[in-house]
């Protein structure tokens, strides 16, 4: 059989099914932070497999794909020191603890 | 001289504007500047007189004032032989009466306002006089009415002064109103208000044979004139605010209400004579049913006035009776086709009837009261007021050589010839008049001082200078109508087509043995005690009573006019109250109570509406914060599903 665009089109889907399932089902915010680095990579398998299956020639999927990959690295950075401030701010790192804006 | 008669009224017109201008910072607190106004005049009135005594014409001036339905209304001044006369007794006579006041209002907290006033009626009195058509006159007629008001009412502190001066405005009012009734039928029938214009038409016969409402209009027009003479000369019946007219100040009263505002009405009766005349086609000049009205009127007058005289205790109120009777006597002469006699009297009365007034004055000046019986001997402490009174008494009198005897003889000339009733009612006014006087003489400067608190003193010479200068006047000025002396008062006055009745000694003889008389009973009754005033009192019995109640003139009006007026004016005013105000107030309460309504209307269902609003934002708001988890995980949710929905919605489209 054939490894074609569709199967990385699926296994893209899953991998971000997977994440964002993470994200909305994790309490702790680490976990969180984790569900979306699936969600970025998903969709970097997507930019690659267009990329390869769809426009050889060119180079923007790839290109795409390191952008991401440079923000999802900074993302965190950002990330962990917003939970990191959180906690000693609300000395917890469960999101559904953190309701402070609400009403 | 005589174009510049128009100054005559201004001198004092001026003086009045000084006075109410500056007042007390003029010199003499104002007095001096009113004498100054009043005696130009005099010398002008002088000129023209003496201009006019050597044959002078009379002159007009006149100015067009407006058109008035095709017809010009014209304002001038006429000079004649009539205005003349006039001139100099008013100015004249007002000159000492304004010099006599500085002494006699001296010390008033008032002092320059009763110079303003007294000027200002000269200056009416002066343009009345001068006018030269109907209007004009009248002008000048409601302005000494309102001068006369004010000073009536000069001391209006007191309610009888206030009441006197409404008495007096109202009543010459009344006769006012006619008055103004007969100018405008003159008008409307002759078209003009010019004197000159109006005789030369009646003359011509323009309004014989005219009626109006089935009577004569001439006859109409004249009575109704002589309406307003009735109202400002005291006449019957409506003489009974000149008495009160005493409330006001003494030389007010001796210069309106003696000398020359009373007079207005003789003057306006021989102003107008020609209308009071019939002009028949063809021979003599008679007078007509009115000029009879004016001899009825006057005579009744006179006599009635005369016996009230008699029986006054106030001295003011002696006088003022006296000049009622008086002036009767000059209507009474007008009434007799004696147009010089009526002016001749009119002219020696003010001399010696204001000379009177100024002398009371002296003496309520020095006793401080009007009441003759509580006075007496005051011959010895003021014989300046004494000797000059007893001129003025016996030229009131009719004793010869003294001027109200030339001019009274006339009267009863006149009177003799034309009508029997009438003579014997002046010649018992004339009795009557010498008793009175004398009364008051006996009375006041003979015997002892009954009043034990006065201490009387001869006023100052500001005071006894005028009254001996009247009483100089007094003396002489009957000379000019003395037949010995050719009557010049004839010669200067006449009426053109009346024949002057010739004199008759054995009537002046008459009339001076009735002076004689009249003095005689009143030094029998009051100064030897002969026949005692008490016994004649009881020997009147009910006359006295009706005597002293005035003929029950004032009730009558009080009854039959004062109290009626007032019923009316009460029940308008229970009219107003009760209906009127309770109109306005229903439409009020109308209003607030709809007002109250709509405030509901407002209240519930515009803020209802308004407050529904919010309610409605408010409850959506409190039930829809609650989505606000502040939970981010929850939005993510809600977002994840959005995205699904929008994504499955674009696949099954």
Redesign the interface.
């Known amino acids: 059989m054939a490894v074609g665009l569709t199967h990385f089109l699926v296994v893209g889907a899953l991998l971000f099914c997977l994440g964002?399932y993470g994200?909305?089902t994790r309490r702790n915010a680490v976990a969180?932070l984790m569900g979306i680095e699936l969600m970025l990579n998903a969709a970097n398998i997507n930019l690659i497999a267009f990329n390869k299956y769809v426009a050889p020639a060119a180079l923007d999927g790839q290109v795409f794909a390191l952008v991401v990959i440079t923000l999802a690295a900074c993302e965190v950075g950002v990330g962990l020191a917003l939970v990191i401030t959180a906690y000693r701010n609300l000395e917890t790192v469960y999101?559904?603890r953190?309701?402070?804006?609400?009403? | 001289m005589r174009d510049l008669a128009w100054l005559i009224p201004l001198f004092p017109l001026v003086a009045f504007g000084l006075i109410t201008a500056l007042g007390r910072r003029l010199p003499g607190e104002g007095s001096h500047v009113a004498v100054a106004g009043i005696g130009l005049s005099a010398l002008l009135s002088i000129g023209i007189f003496v201009e006019m005594a050597f044959g002078a014409p009379p002159a007009e001036m006149t100015v067009r004032w407006m058109m008035l339905g095709g017809n010009p209304l014209e304002l001038g001044f006429r000079v004649d032989h009539l205005t003349t006369i006039m001139l100099l007794v008013v100015t004249v006579v007002g000159s000492m009466i304004f010099i006599y006041s500085i002494g006699y209002m001296h010390g008033d907290p008032r002092f320059p306002r009763f110079f303003a006033y007294l000027s200002l009626f000269a200056a009416s009195m002066l343009l009345l006089v001068l006018a030269d058509n109907l209007l004009f006159l009248y002008a000048g007629w409601e302005l000494v009415g309102l001068c006369s008001y004010l000073l009536i009412g000069f001391y209006f502190e007191r309610p009888s002064a206030a009441r006197a001066s409404l008495k007096a405005f109202l009543t010459t009012r009344v006769g006012d109103f006619f008055m103004f009734l007969g100018i405008l039928l003159v008008f409307l029938t002759l078209g003009s208000f010019r004197f000159e214009e109006i005789f030369a038409r009646v003359r011509e016969g323009a309004l014989a044979g005219a009626t109006i409402g089935g009577l004569p209009l001439l006859t109409l027009a004249a009575v109704l004139i002589f309406g307003g003479a009735v109202g400002k000369s005291a006449q019957v019946p409506l003489h009974t605010w000149l008495p009160d007219a005493m409330e006001g100040p003494t030389p007010v009263s001796a210069l309106i209400h003696a000398a020359t505002m009373v007079a207005a009405g003789v003057y306006l009766v021989a102003r107008t004579f020609t209308l009071f005349l019939d002009w028949p086609a063809a021979g003599a000049l008679h007078g007509g049913a009115a000029l009879q009205a004016v001899a009825y009127v006057g005579g009744i007058t006179a006599l009635m006035a005369a016996t009230i005289a008699v029986v006054q205790d106030d001295i003011k109120r002696v006088l003022a009776y006296s000049t009622i009777s008086q002036l009767g006597l000059m209507m009474l002469g007008l009434g007799m086709l004696g147009y010089t006699a009526g002016m001749f009297h009119l002219m020696t009365h003010a001399f010696f009837k204001a000379l009177l007034f100024l002398g009371a004055g002296s003496v309520i000046h020095a006793m401080g009261t009007n009441d003759i019986k509580a006075m007496g001997g005051l011959a010895r402490t003021m014989p300046s007021t004494y000797w000059t009174f007893l001129i003025g008494a016996l030229a009131l009198a009719g004793v010869p050589p003294l001027a109200g005897f030339w001019s009274k003889d006339e009267i009863l000339l006149e009177a003799f010839h034309h009508n029997t009733g009438l003579f014997v009612m002046a010649a018992l006014t004339s009795l009557l008049t010498a008793f009175y006087m004398f009364r008051v003489i006996f009375y006041t400067f003979t015997g002892t001082l009954r009043s034990h608190d006065a201490h009387p003193h001869e006023s100052p010479p500001v005071m006894t200078l005028p009254l001996w200068v009247l009483a100089g006047f007094s003396a002489v000025v009957g000379l000019v109508g003395a037949p010995m002396l050719g009557n010049p008062m004839h010669r200067f006055l006449h009426f053109e087509g009346v024949a002057a009745v010739p004199f008759s000694v054995g009537l002046a003889l008459l009339s001076t043995a009735i002076a004689g008389a009249g003095i005689l009973a009143a030094a029998v009754t009051y100064r030897w005690g002969i026949v005692p005033s008490s016994a004649l009192r009881r020997a009147a019995g009910p006359l006295y009573a009706l005597v002293v109640r005035k003929y029950y003139f004032d009730e009558l009006y009080a009854l039959a006019v004062v109290r009626p007026v007032l019923w009316i004016g009460r029940s308008l005013r229970v009219f107003d109250v009760y209906v009127i105000d309770m109109l306005v107030n229903l439409i009020g309460v109308g209003v607030v109570a709809l007002a109250r309504l709509y405030r509901l209307f407002d209240l519930y269902v515009v803020d209802g509406v308004v407050n529904l609003v919010g309610w409605t934002a408010k409850a959506l708001g409190g039930t829809l914060r609650y989505v606000q988890t502040g939970r981010a995980q929850n939005y993510l949710l809600a977002i994840a599903l959005g995205v699904i929905v929008i994504v499955a919605a674009g696949l099954l489209r």
């Open positions: 964002l994200v909305l969180i999101v559904d953190i309701d402070v804006l609400k009403w």
